[in-house]
C-alpha cells in the first residue's frame, strides 16, 4: 500500500512539473507577443514622428502679446536642429533641417474670428523678411469659428538663409484676428527676443 501511494505521489509531482513548464512556456510567449507589439507599436508611432532634434537654444516665459480679443501668451521659443524622418510628406524639408519652434496659448473672446497660420510672423535680426509658421509642422494654429476660449498651440518656423547658430535674436509679430467682413480687430504687436 505504502508503496502504491509512493507511485501515485511521485507520478502526481511528474504531472505538476509539466503543468508548470507549459504555463511558464505560455508566459514567456505571451511576454514576447507584448514586446513584439509594443516594437510595432514604437516603430508605428516613430512613422508619424516628424524626427529626431535637438535643442540648441531657448527662452522661457516669454510674455504675452494682445491684439484685439485675442491674446497669445508665449510660454517658450527654442532653436532646433535634426533628422527630419524620411517617411514624411513630400512638402517637408529631407534630411537635416533647422528651426524655431515656439510653444503658446490663445486666448480668444469671440467666435467667428480669423486667426490662423499667417498671423503668427517672425524675423530673426540676421534676416529680412518676415517668415510664417510651416503648418504641416506646427500645431493648432487655425482659431478661426471657434468658441471662445484657451487653446495650446505650437508653431514651427523653418530657416533656410540663416543658420540657429548665428541667431542672436528675433521678433514676434501677431497680426489682429479678422471678423467676418475681414476687418482687422486690433493692431499689430510685437516682442523681441533675444538669445
Known amino acids: 500500500m505504502k508503496r502504491f501511494l509512493f507511485i501515485i505521489l ?9 503543468c508548470s513548464k507549459t504555463n511558464s512556456n505560455d508566459t514567456s510567449n505571451k511576454s514576447t507577443e507584448n514586446d513584439h507589439e509594443k516594437t510595432e507599436e514604437s516603430e508605428s508611432e516613430n512613422v508619424f514622428s516628424l524626427g529626431d532634434f535637438e535643442v540648441v537654444n531657448s527662452k522661457k516665459e516669454i510674455g504675452t502679446l ?11 521659443i527654442s532653436l532646433q536642429r535634426g533628422e527630419m524622418n524620411s517617411n514624411l510628406s513630400e512638402s517637408l524639408p529631407k534630411g537635416e533641417a533647422e528651426f524655431i519652434r515656439m510653444d503658446m496659448t490663445v486666448i480668444s473672446e469671440k467666435n467667428n474670428l480669423t486667426f490662423d497660420e499667417k498671423h503668427f ?29 484657451e487653446y495650446r498651440a505650437q508653431a514651427t518656423y ?18 489682429p484676428p479678422l471678423n467676418g467682413n475681414n476687418e482687422p480687430l486690433g493692431e499689430d504687436q510685437t516682442i523681441t527676443v533675444n538669445f
Open 10 to 18: 511521485f507520478l502526481s509531482l511528474i504531472l505538476l512539473s509539466a
Open 66 to 76: 494682445e491684439s484685439g480679443p485675442i491674446s497669445v501668451k508665449v510660454h517658450a
Open 121 to 149: 510672423q517672425l524675423k530673426t535680426k540676421e534676416s529680412e523678411e518676415w517668415i510664417e509658421p510651416n503648418l504641416l509642422m506646427s500645431g493648432n494654429l487655425r482659431f478661426g469659428y471657434r468658441d471662445p476660449g
Open 158 to 175: 523653418l530657416l533656410d538663409e540663416v543658420s540657429i547658430e548665428d541667431i542672436k535674436s528675433m521678433t514676434l509679430r501677431i497680426k
